[in-house]
């Protein structure tokens, strides 16, 4: 399944940039990205994503993204760094669908029998998200599909998120 939703996501850019006009390539890129904060019970989550978006047309942008990450779960510190891609789609003005491959590098330190431990990993995650879009702003939920408990940076599958693009 995760597979077919990512060779969906990657015919959907490559066909958006197929359509676009390629003589006013640079008139049509948007630098922005996006932040993140999370919070539950004895954790913290925050992120910032520096990316650039290809604007294909009034419905389709896609693009890349940087992507660093602080996170603390009880005694549990994360730090994370990585990419991603992603695809916008507004069915009308105000409203956002989007879909990003997310692949970061976690550097993970944690209490366990009375000292530290360290665990480096990578984690890949697929969100999926709704948001309400005014002009050069998106505020939305966003929803991990691969979300692992066990593995993930995040506090939990669902977080919301802020996108501006100018």
């Known amino acids: ?9 990657l015919l959907i850019g490559i066909s958006c940039f197929g359509q676009g006009s390629s003589n006013n390539f640079w008139g049509n890129v948007r630098f922005g990205g996006g932040i993140g904060i999370g919070f539950t019970n004895g954790s913290f989550n ?19 993204s940087l992507n660093f990450n602080y996170a603390k779960f009880n005694d549990d510190k994360l730090f994370a760094y990585g990419g991603s891609i992603l695809t916008l789609y507004n069915p009308i003005p105000n409203i956002q669908l989007s879909a990003e491959l997310e692949q970061l590098r976690i550097n993970r330190t944690y209490a366990l029998d009375g000292g530290n431990r360290e665990d480096n990993y990578w984690s ?29 940076i995040y506090a939990n599958a669902l977080m919301p998120f802020v996108r501006v693009y100018f």
Do not use: C, W
Request: charged fraction near 15%; avoid cysteine.
């Open 1 to 9: 399944m995760k597979h077919y939703i990512f060779t969906l996501l």
């Open 46 to 64: 925050g992120s910032i994503s520096p990316s650039a978006i290809y604007q294909v047309n009034e419905q389709f942008a896609t693009g890349t």
């Open 124 to 152: 890949p995650a697929l969100f999926l998200g709704l948001g309400y879009s005014n002009q050069n702003v998106t505020f939305g939920l966003r929803y991990d599909v691969l979300y692992d408990d066990d593995k993930s």
